[in-house]
């Protein structure tokens, strides 16, 4: 006999009487052995969390939209919440002797070329981005090129730094206050990668020692901040022909050579090549497609022990998915961003994920009118992704996938979390006994089902859920 014919019950007739009353709409059946279960586990939990208030509700899920990009695949995070920032040191990039040339001929020193390209005002929006500082025109200031990351500052490199150029005898110098000399062939040039966990709004700035080498110091003093953003000091210059791609940038980064000004006096001769750095970043992707999980994680008790309220016996993320398109449209220049969202028609569906499952009874899940059972799949009597005997648990990714499935009709509902448990065992001949199908409580009952946030971890096996899961009388 199939185990899901168990819940229709117009066939339970075949079964005999003791099944009749798995129809009734309450929390358990009320029959029998699973009454005396149930008032056990209610015993149980109020002496281990006290009395129940009877306005207790067990929905503690808020339902936040998360979304995913598929581009980066990172998550896009709620505010507030930190942004992990990565300021690496990376390798070196040979610059050819065409840039060089290019270089020369076209960012002549003493020239203006306050007209070349565009400003690099770059409030930019970017989570990944490769600097490479690689040419000095003849230059007696000292400078420090940093960037300020949603208003903190972070220091990528300071002149002379691992900064060579190479000779046609082969001979590598170091560089000197006089820059990139007329004989050079190549520069290397050390690059510096920045990665982050969420986009941030940055700039590029220089802080600049006017009394040359010497006066540079450790803690800034003395200095003088430049940025495109006050001081109009930077300059993207666009398709330079040749540019070079520092090893393991994907080919569809655009790169940038930006050409940065060290005199802000009225007096500057705005040649824009008294440093210069290469930018490689990420292309935007002007149009996007992200998605939007809204999820409740349900906790479940399937009454095997009446006391160990792990709350791990059935672990099952239900989301509504649906699709937005994201359109941008960034202005280099200023670094504005305009943003349009529009949602995707028909693009919404219902999904479950089971995480756990830390009984040794089978179940059938019910969500809306979509079914899984645990013997589909796994032996019944193991308990899985529950820590029994200190194995691993696994909260997310695809380890923690046990099974997942769409619910049919999108006839889950989050507002009356229609999803139950129907637990049973099966006797000798195969027959299943002590059906107990446990459904979402009431207010004021023994839960044995709760919804939480999708990011809260289950319990280990046999261990308790701490007792501010549980809210107590006259509690907020
Ligand atoms: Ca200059
Ligand atoms: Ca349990
Ligand atoms: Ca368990």
Not at 62 to 74: D, F, G, H
Not at 88 to 108: A, F, H, L, P, V
Not at 145 to 166: A, C, F, P, S, T
């Amino acid at each position: 006999m199939k185990i899901k014919s168990l819940l229709v019950c117009g066939s339970m007739a075949v079964l005999g009487a003791a099944f009749t009353s798995c129809s009734k709409d309450i929390a358990f059946d009320s029959e029998g052995a699973t009454q005396r279960l149930y008032a056990e586990y209610e015993a149980n939990f109020v002496k281990k969390y006290g009395a129940i208030d009877p306005n207790q509700t067990w929905d503690f899920a808020s339902m936040r939209p998360v979304r995913t990009l598929p581009s980066t695949n990172a998550l896009t995070r709620a505010e507030g919440d930190n942004i992990q920032i990565k300021l690496e040191e990376q390798g070196t990039i040979t610059i050819n002797s065409d840039i060089i040339k290019w270089m020369r001929k076209y960012m002549k020193a003493g020239e203006d070329h306050s007209q070349m390209g565009a400003p690099f005002a770059s409030v930019l929006s970017r989570n990944s981005f490769i600097i490479a500082p690689f040419y000095q025109g003849q230059a007696s200031y000292f400078w420090e090129l940093w960037v300020n990351i949603g208003g903190q500052e972070y220091k990528i490199w300071e002149k002379y730094d691992k900064l060579k150029y190479i000779t046609s005898d082969g001979q590598s110098h170091d560089l000197t206050t006089s820059g990139v000399p007329n004989n050079a062939v190549q520069v290397v040039a050390p690059t510096f990668k920045y990665t982050a966990t969420k986009d941030a709004s940055l700039f590029f700035f220089l802080k600049v020692w006017k009394g040359g080498d010497t006066a540079h110091t450790s803690d800034g003093s003395g200095s003088i901040k430049l940025s495109s953003l006050d001081n109009g000091n930077m300059r993207a210059l666009e398709k330079v022909p040749g540019l070079p791609m520092p090893a393991g940038v994907p080919d569809d980064y655009f790169a940038y050579i930006i050409g940065c000004e060290d005199n802000e006096d009225s007096g500057s001769d705005s040649d824009f090549e008294d440093l210069a750095f290469l930018f490689f970043g990420p292309p935007l992707k002007e149009v996007e497609e992200v998605e939007v999980r809204q999820t409740k994680r349900y906790m479940m008790e399937d009454l095997g022990a009446t006391d160990d309220f792990d709350f791990n016996d059935v672990v099952v993320d239900v989301s509504n998915v649906s699709k937005k398109k994201i359109t941008r449209k960034e202005n280099f220049s200023t670094g504005h961003m305009d943003v349009f969202e529009e949602d995707i028609p028909n693009s919404h569906y219902q999904e479950a994920i089971v995480r756990a499952a830390g009984g040794t009874l089978d179940f059938t899940l019910e969500i809306g009118s979509t079914s899984w059972n645990k013997s589909d799949k796994y032996s019944i009597t193991d308990m899985l992704n529950t820590g029994w005997h200190g194995e691993t648990i696994y909260y997310t990714g695809d380890e923690s996938v046990l099974a997942r499935f769409p619910i049919t009709n999108d006839d889950w509902d989050p507002s009356t979390n229609n999803i139950k448990v129907t637990v049973y065992k099966k006797d000798g001949n195969g027959v299943s006994e002590d059906v107990k199908t446990i459904k979402f409580p009431k207010k004021g009952e023994a839960p044995m089902i709760i919804a939480v946030e999708p990011d809260v971890e289950w319990m280990v096996e046999r261990n308790g859920v701490p007792q501010n899961w549980i809210k107590q009388p006259g509690e907020e």
